[in-house]
């Protein structure tokens, strides 16, 4: 089978691609991930306000 250049790149280029894939998923299972775990707060953070009734069916300022 003769190959010509082209072939030939494509075929190096298949390869290289195969073994970098394979390369990844063996880096990413055998190296572990860092986990952050998110503790609840004790309070609200922002500030808590009585409800207003005349101000619940408006649109906030936001709204444009």
Do not use: D, I, K
């Not at 394979?22 to 004790?42: C, D, F, I, K």
């Amino acid at each position: 089978m003769a190959l010509n250049r082209r072939q030939f790149l494509g075929l190096l280029l298949a390869g290289t691609a195969a073994v970098g894939c394979g390369a990844w998923r063996w880096v990413r299972r055998v190296v572990p991930t860092r986990v952050v775990t998110a503790l609840p707060s004790r309070r609200y953070p922002g500030r808590v306000q009585a409800l207003n009734q005349a101000e619940v069916g408006r649109p906030g300022r936001w709204a444009g």
